[in-house]
Each structure stands twice: as structure tokens, then as C-alpha cells.
């Protein structure tokens, strides 16, 4: 077609040898996430097109521009790759939304389980994802197979897919300071005295140390004497209360007592030598009254002078 012997079919209006040297296709647009590299746009011209990082291209790749002042083909579009689906580990979880180019899958576990390996993974430009698929295991594991560990930290070792401390036996929780040293125990037993061995016994968790059994015995003490004091004041004030309610009653039986307060006051027991003369109401004693009898008194009724020669 482009000896001058050929004859071309060309676009309309031109006409003659060699019209395709006035064939133009016209200028092209990069697709999103891409771009078209072209060099010409006249007859025979050739369009190449590609897709950004991460993006990959749907449609022809090249175009070339035709005697119809055309190009050939159709634009191609760029799209996202896809890393595909995840799969949650067991014992925990997964959250993602879409699986293309710069998506982000985060990844939890459930209670009582660590998370081992990438908490977070990308979809890259490869299609594939970031980092490794991570596991949700037990305490101390470096590597597990569901709820079992494969692997374990540095100072453990492996027991029928469990991480114990390497040198002391049914410990659960090694020292961090030294592995010969135990933290904790496993259920229903308790740390030796120098932590060294996992004993038989109530759980270390649970052991009291001797500064707080000190406190407990101190606070035992003292509410003891604080009981003590209460209860002697209780009997304190319930004897004077009896005292004052029996004090109360016999003088309601009675009347008050306080007869010896009068100057002229006579004991009951008295009375019977006040009636036979022994005594005056004053407490003296009485003048003694002579009968008259033998002897030549001076008559009955006569009264004797007391000691002081009156009558």
C-alpha cells in the first residue's frame, strides 16, 4: 500500500495514489490506572497500552490506526488484581472486606489464646498476600497446629503440645530472669519455697505471703481487744442499769430510806426498850420508877433521881 502503484481505500474526501499519508486516527486517553504510549496517530500507527502496579489490563493491548481514520480494536480498561479469600485461624478470628489490591485482613484470637505470627496481612501488587498465615495458640508457643503447639519459646519445651518450662517440671510460667525458676504452676499445685520446683499444694496464686499472714494475725489481735473492751463495757452499763431499775423498786415497795437523817430517829430495834423505859426518845435512859417494895421505900410510884440529884 505504500508503492505508488497501490490504491488505498481512504477516508472520505481524499482520493489518489498514497492517501494514506493523509490518515490520522486522532490523539488517545490513558486508561484509569494505566497508560497508552503512542508514538503517531497516522496511518499504521500503533498504540500500546499498560496498567499501574497492582492493577492488570482487561482488553486488547495494542491498537494500530487504520485507512478508516480509526483505531483498532477497543480501549482496555485496568483492573485490580485479587489476592483472594482467607481463611480464619482456628481459635480466633478474621476481618476483611475485599480481597483486591491494598485490601487488609486483621486477624484476632479468642480468649486465652496469643496471637503467633502477622496480626495484619496486605493484598500486594502480585496478587498475593503480605507476611504468613498467623495461628492462634496456648501460652508460650512460637508455632502451633490449632490448639496444639509445634513449637515453642526460648527457656520451654515441648510436652504433648504444650510449652513447659525447660528445667522445672509442671510449671506453666517460666522465670524470665532464669529458666531454672518457676512464676507459675499449673493447676492445683504451688511453688516451692526458692521457686526452683512446682509442688504439691494449693496454687502459688493463692499462698499468702508471710508479711500479709503477719498483718492477718496483727488485725486479729486487735479486733480481739477491741471485742474484749466492748463486751466489759456492755456489762458495765447493764449492772448500773439492773442497779438503778432494783433501786428504783424497792423504794416504789418502801419509800426512800433516808429516816436516819432525822435527829430523832429510833431504830426499829429499839422500840422495845422505849416501851419498857430503858430509854427516852432522846436516847437517854430512863428514870426507874420503884414499886415501893420491902425495904421502906418512901411509896409507889416514886421516882428515883437520875444522877444528877434532880428528880
Not at 494505566?34 to 502496579?53: K, L, Q
Not at 509445634?150 to 515441648?158: D, R
Request: contains cysteine; proline residues 4%.
Amino acid at each position: 500500500m505504500s508503492n505508488s502503484d497501490s490504491i488505498c481505500v481512504c477516508p472520505e474526501g481524499t482520493t489518489g495514489h498514497n492517501c494514506e499519508d493523509d490518515v490520522d486516527c486522532g490523539s488517545l486517553t490513558d486508561p484509569v490506572n494505566g497508560a497508552v504510549t503512542v508514538t503517531n496517530t497516522t496511518f499504521n500507527s500503533t498504540a500500546t497500552y499498560s496498567c499501574n502496579d497492582g492493577y492488570s489490563l482487561v482488553g486488547d493491548t495494542t491498537r494500530t490506526c487504520l485507512t478508516s481514520a480509526s483505531w483498532s480494536g477497543d480501549e482496555p480498561t485496568c483492573r485490580a488484581v485479587d489476592c483472594g479469600q482467607l481463611e480464619k485461624p482456628a481459635n480466633g478470628d478474621l476481618d476483611l472486606s475485599t480481597t483486591t489490591f491494598t485490601s487488609t485482613a486483621t486477624y484476632s484470637c479468642n480468649d486465652d489464646y496469643n496471637l503467633v505470627g502477622d496480626a495484619t496481612r496486605t493484598c500486594l501488587a502480585s496478587a498475593s498476600w503480605s507476611g504468613n498465615e498467623p495461628s492462634c495458640c496456648t501460652s508460650n508457643c512460637i508455632e502451633c497446629d490449632e490448639d496444639k503447639c509445634s513449637s515453642c519459646e526460648q527457656n520451654y519445651k515441648l510436652e504433648s503440645g504444650i510449652c513447659r518450662c525447660a528445667t522445672v517440671d509442671r510449671c506453666s510460667i517460666c522465670s524470665d530472669d532464669d529458666s531454672s525458676k518457676c512464676d507459675t504452676c499449673d493447676e492445683g499445685l504451688r511453688l516451692s519455697e526458692d521457686n526452683s520446683a512446682c509442688i504439691t499444694g494449693r496454687d502459688d496464686g493463692n499462698r499468702l505471703s508471710p508479711g500479709a499472714i503477719f498483718g492477718i494475725i496483727i488485725a486479729i489481735i486487735v479486733v480481739a481487744i477491741l471485742l474484749a473492751l466492748l463486751t466489759a463495757l456492755i456489762i458495765f452499763l447493764a449492772k448500773r442499769y439492773w442497779d438503778k431499775v432494783h433501786l428504783k423498786k424497792t423504794e416504789l415497795e418502801s419509800g426512800p430510806s433516808n429516816d436516819h437523817l432525822n435527829p430523832l430517829y429510833v431504830k426499829p430495834t429499839d422500840l422495845d426498850d422505849v416501851d419498857k423505859g430503858a430509854i427516852t426518845p432522846n436516847g437517854k435512859s430512863a428514870p426507874s420508877i420503884s414499886t415501893g417494895g420491902e425495904g421502906g421505900g418512901e411509896g409507889e410510884g416514886a421516882v428515883e433521881p437520875d444522877s444528877n440529884g434532880s428528880e
